[in-house]
């Protein structure tokens, strides 16, 4: 089944402490991002990659790194977590064909619940 | 299951009428849009896209049309089912690899 997942779906942690969101897709695609949800906001891109070991910052990029080593995993990484990063975190994948109608659509994760106290 | 918003614009309709999600966007250098579904708990769900040169784009009981004079997008559901309960939202794109989505409206269907 073609699929993205993420680990952990929830996790509670405390300010400063290191963490790391997994991403995988097994879709093959070259188009990896995270996305942070917040009430009232929408969604709101953090990080994106266009391929293996090419990432790019998105709208929201401060305190979060991300990694692509392999096409298949994104993971999101946070190293001194703050409570402004409780949020709701989707990682998403594509073809990548820009604006192609029918290659990019993208596939969202299960999403990660993440709150840091 | 998950809250995606708090407040959000609210469409009740009854199961078997057609819906009509509405959609203001602001770049007009955007040249792409889509259409999300997310159910309570879950991730967006692509729905339908849609071209700056394309006025209307239908898929299976969805219809997408664009209006780029005032910057709108609408989806329509055609005999909107239970199932079809959730918050739509709706993206665009101009140039570049950052989409921008909207808030969302929530869609209830009542039997």
């Known amino acids: 089944e073609a699929q993205v997942t993420q680990n952990p779906r929830y996790l509670i942690t405390v300010t400063g402490k290191k963490l790391t969101v997994t991403c995988s897709q097994n879709?093959?695609?070259?188009?990896m991002s995270w996305y942070r949800q917040d009430p009232g906001l929408g969604l709101r891109q953090i990080y994106y990659s266009m391929n293996v070991e090419v990432t790019d910052k998105g709208d929201v990029p401060e305190g979060y790194k991300v990694s692509r080593k392999e096409k298949r995993n994104f993971p999101l990484i946070l190293e001194s977590p703050s409570p402004n990063q409780t949020s709701l975190y989707f990682c998403?994948?594509?073809?990548?064909?820009?604006?192609?109608?029918?290659?990019?659509?993208?596939?969202f994760g299960p999403g990660t619940r993440l709150t840091v106290l | 299951g998950e809250s995606v918003g708090l407040h959000l614009p609210t469409l009740s309709v009854q199961e078997g009428d057609n819906s009509i999600i509405n959609c203001a966007y602001s770049?007009?250098?955007?040249?792409?849009f889509i259409w999300y579904k997310q159910e309570s708990g879950k991730g967006p769900q692509f729905i339908i896209d849609i071209r700056s040169n394309m006025d209307k784009r239908q898929g299976q009981r969805v219809t997408v049309l664009l209006n780029k004079t005032v910057k709108h997008l609408s989806l329509q559901i055609a005999a909107t089912q239970p199932g079809d309960s959730a918050v739509y939202f709706c993206?665009?794109?101009?140039?570049?690899?950052?989409?921008?989505f909207g808030r969302g409206t929530s869609l209830i269907v009542h039997p």
């Open positions: 770049n007009s250098a955007s040249d792409y």
């Open positions: 998403a994948s594509s073809l990548g064909d820009r604006g192609v109608i029918g290659r990019d659509t993208q596939y």
């Open positions: 879709m093959n695609h070259e188009y």
């Open positions: 993206a665009e794109a101009g140039g570049s690899y950052i989409p921008t």
